[in-house]
């Protein structure tokens, strides 16, 4: 067949395939370049506008938890001392708030205001402003149990402190749930008529007293745990002094792990 004789549609083709080509490889750089743009455009505004890692009302509801909770503890060794549960088991004087249980007692009674309103207002911000789902959710059993593996071969990795490991997550919410139970068994030891129901709750006032009891076990076991980890682990206790580094808008621990 002649060249005159080739039709015309295949004359065209590659022609054709050349400009397709052209065309898809621009396209593709001008997607580039736009993405590169974004990129560009989010890093400065995302970054220098991005919250600190513990921002403020954070910070002072940490600290003002904490020493709310160290009255509680020791005025509620006084308070236990002049009427044990586990018979033998005494607290030294010198770790009790009070010089005698009813000043004990006060003490208790002043710092339960602090702990209450406080943890109050800790439960609303944290859920209100989604720090509760973004750094304490989501916990896989198995990143606990790689993290405990870790902890127990004294591998302490926390080079990155925005984010909380699995140990941590479980911890802060054993702790928060333990707050929780601390200021319900406590009014029905307090206020027994008035919250019958809750007495009934926890099995009678002596089931909301040991409750009670338990529940500072294990809150006075996580301070150990806590307050050796923010020593062998500095940055993370100067953070929670001045806010940390500041962190992107949409970075949370969710998003980066799944
Ligand atoms: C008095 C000594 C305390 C020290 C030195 C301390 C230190 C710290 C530090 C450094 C952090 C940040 C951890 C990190 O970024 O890895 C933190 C967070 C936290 N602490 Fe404490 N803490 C103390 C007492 C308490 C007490 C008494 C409680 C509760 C019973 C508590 C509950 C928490 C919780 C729930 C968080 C996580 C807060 C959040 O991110 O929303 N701390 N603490």
Redesign the pocket.
């Known amino acids: 067949m002649s060249n005159d004789e080739v039709p015309k549609e295949t004359k065209l083709r590659p022609f054709q395939a050349h400009i397709k080509g052209a065309m898809g490889m621009g396209a593709q750089a001008i997607a580039r370049l736009f993405r590169a743009a974004v990129r560009y455009v989010e890093n400065i505004h995302v970054v220098p506008v991005g919250k600190r890692l513990?921002p403020l009302p954070?910070r002072i509801m940490?600290w003002v938890?904490?020493l709310a909770?160290?009255v509680m503890i020791t005025s509620g060794w006084g308070i236990y001392d002049d009427y044990v549960i586990i018979s033998g088991l005494h607290f030294p004087k010198a770790l009790r708030l009070g010089d005698w249980a009813a000043e004990s007692l006060l003490w208790h009674f002043a710092g339960m205001w602090f702990l209450a309103i406080n943890g109050l207002i800790y439960l609303l911000y944290?859920a209100i402003t989604g720090?509760f789902r973004n750094?304490l959710l989501p916990i896989r059993f198995s990143d606990v149990l790689k993290a405990v593996r870790e902890a127990l071969s004294l591998k302490i990795a926390h080079d990155d402190?925005t984010h909380?490991n699995a140990v941590?997550k479980l911890l802060?919410i054993v702790?928060?749930v333990a707050?929780i139970s601390q200021v319900a068994t406590g009014l029905a030891i307090w206020k027994p008529i008035q919250f019958s129901w809750l007495v009934g709750l926890f099995g009678g006032f002596q089931g909301a007293r040991l409750l009670h009891f338990l529940g500072m076990v294990v809150?006075v076991g996580?301070?150990f745990v806590?307050?050796a980890l923010?020593l062998l682990v500095p940055s993370?206790?100067w953070?929670?002094i001045t806010g940390g580094p500041r962190i992107p808008r949409h970075t949370s621990n969710r998003e980066v792990e799944t």
């Open positions: 513990h954070l940490h938890n904490a909770m160290i944290g720090r750094k402190i909380y941590q802060y702790v928060i707050g809150i996580f301070l806590h307050v923010s993370t206790l953070a929670m």
